[in-house]
């Protein structure tokens, strides 16, 4: 009975209850929007930084993490790739020598991060050959690959020479010539800035150097991380490290932790705008009812029930709201999730972090649980005032109310 009475007592007076119901909607929308938009950016900064040269795990020599020299490189490369062939969560790997060094052209030169590759098996662990907008993947020693914001730089353009130069394994300034057949650009500004492509055996012949720097590893699936690293670890021993792409880029794992403590900063803030709402139109329709409260216990309805009664009816919204907030929404996501939304205006800051201009909403299932409580469960904490309130009127007095 009590659930008929609250539903018809909403509607008694329609345009007070969609004043609630609206601002419910709203805030849901707006919710799901920035949360779904928040996790499809941070996801593609994730995705992005792993597919353009990170990759899931890393191997190197121990210590190479803080001290990235030719030097230190992987002397036992057989038995590592011995290793990686025998787990199975790893879909592919490549080898890779890494080296600092300055790229010269007839107009320009800039400081760059030497990338000495095995291209047909890079192209399994990178995505940098599908971001050639110029020319073609490398594929045959003597060729370079450099990227948009490079060329323009150097104001080089397919076919030219550029000359390469870094400190050997003996520690002379080594130089090298190099044709550019392929011109790539990539989401991410700051590491187009700054990494070439050559074939590992120009590299190794540049630096003097017959070994590998870098093993760089791909799985069937990222949730198998931290298992294949400890598995990595235990069969290649002290002598190398394996490192996990929250290792190699530990900055993403902090913004994506801020991000989580952020979330719930947006909850309380919609939150605390709608529970204001709730208090100030239940409230009007608690003394609006005064008659209505003093006649319901005079017929002995007891405090409890009007208390639960007003509850119930604010609850309702909560949830009407809800429900329609994430049926509207969903009419929203479907199409961006699709298409993505290009935020060109803010296109600088957001190749700088490496999630490209157009962003993606990814919607979780704990986005979804998250918006079905917070909503209801604000409309149940807003109505206990007025709830309160209703039950402190005496029946003579309320039924003298007009």
Known sequence: MILKLAWRNIWRNKRRTLVVLISIIVSVVVLMIIDTLSIGMLKQMLDNQINLHISHIQIHKNGYKDDKTVKNYISDELTVEKAIKEIDEVKSYSKRVISYGLINSAYNSSGIIIVGIQPDKEKSITIISNLIVEGKYIEKNGEILISKKLAQKLNTEIGDKLVLMASDIDGNVASEVFRVVGIFESPHSEFDKTHIYITIADAQRMLK??????????????????????????????????????????????????????????????????????????????????????????????NKNIFALIVLESFTIGVLGTVIGIIIGFAVYIPLSKYGIDLGIFAESLVWFGSGRIIYPVLTWFTLLLLLITMPLISILGAIYPAFKSTKFEPIEALKHI
Not at 271 to 277: D, I, L, M, S
């Open 209 to 302: 150097i017959d070994k590998v720097i870098e093993f760089a590893l791909i799985l069937k699936d990222q949730k198998y991380v931290n298992e294949v690293k400890e598995k990595v670890s235990k069969k290649i021993g002290e002598a190398y490290e394996a490192l996990t792409y929250a290792d190699v880029v530990p900055f993403i794992g902090l913004i994506i932790d801020m991000y989580n403590q952020l979330i719930w900063i947006y909850y309380l803030i919609f939150g605390v705008a709608v529970v204001f709402g709730i208090i100030n139109i239940m409230l009007m329709s608690v003394f609006e009812r005064m008659r209505e409260f003093g006649v319901l216990k005079a017929i002995g309805m007891k």
